[in-house]
């Protein structure tokens, strides 16, 4: 193969960013593509075999332009625009940044970090009803909860409505003292978690104490009917058929639903099946419904847990052989 190098100028405010902390992240593009990556004096200079030189480049210019936008690059970054130069897409990640949703409390911005982030984020904002299906740490629950405090903030809803069914995951907590709402918290807690980040605590008890936001489990929604309203379903998997299709027949006029899950973390009894499942099957042809099949590439906490739930997915697919 052609041997090459080339040097691209990267403004120098931005280096320290871009390189992450001791080099961490050039170390890791090096790794990956097997080029020479050093700072010299008219730039940086890449080399290598001339086609991953290139990638390479590519790589560096877009997380600089990341860099440049205020963004922290952190490993999921570059990662993932290591991910995407496999498929000559580096461009998609500054393209996916440009999507703010909102900012949190502390300031800090909302945006969608993958390709499959971006196309639930959009599905959201098209569709009267979102189901939003895949593993662990790829933002299902926190970009819909991001998008419903925005939509309430805009007043294009008067409430906000979360919801998730009220199950033991995998094990028995026994008695649990304390009125009816002290025992439900802890399965609404990741929910609340979310409330506190991006609107705070005190913006979040306001708006509870008026009705205008309310957490609650799945089994309050029965015989109630929901207009005007952000309604999140979350951990779906966990409902039977028959509470999928009551909480789906509750939606009234002027409401957003997104119902989010994933299908390989039920927690039902053995032999029940599962409504998220089932809804997909039923409702998949029907217009203004969309699903959203996110995946391990997707996942946007620690590199890890990406490995993790890779692993996990390639060990279930031999199981089903």
């Known amino acids: 193969m052609a041997m090459s190098e080339k040097t691209i100028n990267i403004r120098e405010d931005l280096l320290k960013n871009v390189f992450g902390e001791l080099d961490s992240n050039i170390r890791k593009i090096e790794r990956s593509l097997n080029v020479n990556i050093v700072i010299r004096d008219e ?73 499959g982030q971006k196309t639930y984020v959009d599905a959201i904002r098209d569709n009267m009803i979102t189901f939003g299906i895949g593993p662990a740490g790829t933002g299902k629950t926190y970009l819909a909860m991001a998008m419903a405090i925005t939509a309430f903030k805009k007043d294009e809803v008067s409430r906000i409505i979360l919801t998730r069914p009220a199950i033991e995951a995998g094990e028995k907590l ?113 217009d203004g419904i969309s699903f959203c099949k996110l995946s391990s590439k997707d996942v946007v906490r620690h590199p890890l847990v990406q490995k993790i739930v890779k692993a996990y997915e390639n060990y279930e697919k031999l199981q089903k052989k």
């Open 43 to 115: 730039g940086v200079k890449i080399m290598g075999e001339a086609n991953l030189v290139e990638k390479a480049s590519r790589i560096i210019e877009r997380l600089s332009e990341l860099a440049l936008r205020g963004n922290i690059i952190n490993e999921q970054n570059v990662d993932y625009a290591i991910a995407l130069s496999m498929d000559d897409n580096e461009n998609a990640i500054v393209e996916i940044d440009k999507d703010l949703i909102c900012h949190t409390l502390a300031g800090k911005p909302i945006k969608p970090k993958t390709l």
């Open 174 to 286: 026994g008695f649990l003292p304390g009125d009816l709402q002290s025992k439900i918290d802890p399965y609404l807690r990741p929910l609340y978690d979310a409330l506190y980040e991006i609107m705070g605590a005190d913006s979040f008890i306001r708006n509870s104490e008026r009705g205008l936001i309310e957490v609650a489990p799945l089994a309050y929604m029965r015989g109630r009917t929901l207009d005007n309203s952000f309604i999140i379903l979350d951990e779906a998997q966990n409902t039977t058929p028959s509470q999928m299709k009551m909480f789906l027949t509750r939606i009234g006029f002027g409401s957003k639903v997104v119902i989010t899950g994933d299908s390989t973390q039920k927690d039902l009894a053995p032999g029940t099946k599962s409504g998220l499942e089932i809804a997909e099957r039923v409702l998949k042809k029907i």
